[in-house]
């Protein structure tokens, strides 16, 4: 199915109107037309999935048994690291995906969480685990 939009619906405030309406007419809806995309965004939740059930067994286990750490608060810190700074990106999040578009910001996002893995391997003590759950947060921006 194509979905057929008129060019005085898209040109709000755009100044390439013959180009916007090339691209609207060969926006197709339906999952059967975007299976691709569909397919990707699975495999993405997959492993967002994956990683944060790994942390949260994982990571409190490395805590405790590779570290030392005898305090839950200080073990569980490492949610409230990740949650913080989610939560003050967050707020610039919108702005910055208006100035450079969102698909940007998301390769941003996705690139400062190329490390962590390397970072939880490789860690000498827990502050490298706090470290990494930052980078976490900037990456679920």
């Given at each position: 199915?194509?979905?057929?939009?008129s060019?005085?619906?898209?040109?709000?405030?755009?100044?390439?109107g013959?180009?916007?309406?090339?691209?609207?007419?060969?926006?197709?809806?339906?999952l059967?037309?975007?299976?691709?995309?569909f397919?990707?965004?699975?495999l993405?939740?997959?492993f967002?999935?994956a990683?944060?059930?790994?942390?949260?067994?994982?990571?409190?286990?490395?805590g405790?048994?590779?570290?030392?750490?005898e305090?839950?608060?200080l073990?569980?810190?490492?949610?409230?690291?990740?949650?913080?700074?989610k939560?003050?990106?967050n707020?610039?999040?919108?702005s910055?995906?208006?100035?450079?578009?969102?698909?940007k910001v998301?390769?941003?996002?996705w690139?400062?969480?190329?490390?962590?893995?390397?970072?939880?391997?490789?860690?000498?003590?827990?502050?490298?685990v706090?470290?990494?759950?930052?980078?976490?947060?900037?990456?679920?921006?």
């Amino acid at each position: 199915m194509v979905l057929a939009i008129s060019s005085s619906n898209l040109n709000h405030g755009e100044t390439n109107g013959d180009k916007n309406v090339d691209r609207a007419s060969t926006i197709r809806l339906g999952l059967k037309a975007n299976i691709n995309q569909f397919l990707l965004l699975i495999l993405v939740n997959a492993f967002v999935g994956a990683m944060i059930g790994l942390e949260q067994t994982v990571v409190p286990l490395l805590g405790k048994e590779e570290f030392g750490l005898e305090s839950n608060v200080l073990i569980l810190s490492f949610i409230a690291s990740f949650g913080i700074v989610k939560a003050i990106l967050n707020l610039f999040a919108g702005s910055l995906s208006d100035r450079w578009n969102r698909k940007k910001v998301l390769v941003l996002g996705w690139l400062f969480a190329v490390p962590v893995p390397f970072i939880l391997l490789y860690g000498p003590d827990w502050n490298w685990v706090l470290f990494a759950n930052v980078l976490l947060g900037v990456n679920q921006v």
